[in-house]
């Protein structure tokens, strides 16, 4: 079983930056595939970044490539997503997810975790 607990999200100025943090329990966390996900307001939730077990292999959706990074300190059970240059359409819910698989899955269906949310308003 692994919890997990997003934070970081607020208010930022078009072109600002957003550090969100995963924190997660249990003592597996090395072993999971972490996911970031975004739902905006009347849309579905979307795959936004992934990243593997080890921190060696990431994956953006194309709307954010060169303006996130996402990372990962399997010593502090916790994963990073660097939001740089954010823009209007940036604004939702954020939410993390993991699932124990060597692979990073994009689709949500195939994540057993989730956290709660937290919530990203870029203003224009």
């Known amino acids: 079983q692994v919890q997990l607990v997003e934070s970081g999200g607020g208010l930022v100025q078009a072109g600002g930056s957003l550090r969100l943090s995963c924190a997660a329990s249990?003592?597996?966390?090395?072993?999971?595939?972490m996911g970031w996900f975004r739902q905006a307001p009347g849309k579905e939730r979307e795959f936004v970044a992934g990243i593997d077990w080890s921190g060696d292999s990431t994956y953006y959706t194309d709307s954010v490539k060169g303006r996130f990074t996402v990372s990962r300190v399997n010593a502090k059970n916790t994963v990073y997503l660097q939001m740089n240059s954010l823009k209007a359409e940036d604004t939702a819910v954020y939410f993390c997810?993991?699932?124990?698989?060597?692979?990073?899955?994009?689709?949500?269906?195939?994540?057993?975790?989730w956290g709660q949310g937290t919530q990203v308003t870029v203003s224009s």
């Open positions: 249990g003592r597996t966390f090395s072993s999971y595939a």
């Open positions: 997810a993991a699932r124990a698989t060597i692979t990073v899955p994009t689709h949500e269906r195939l994540y057993n975790y």
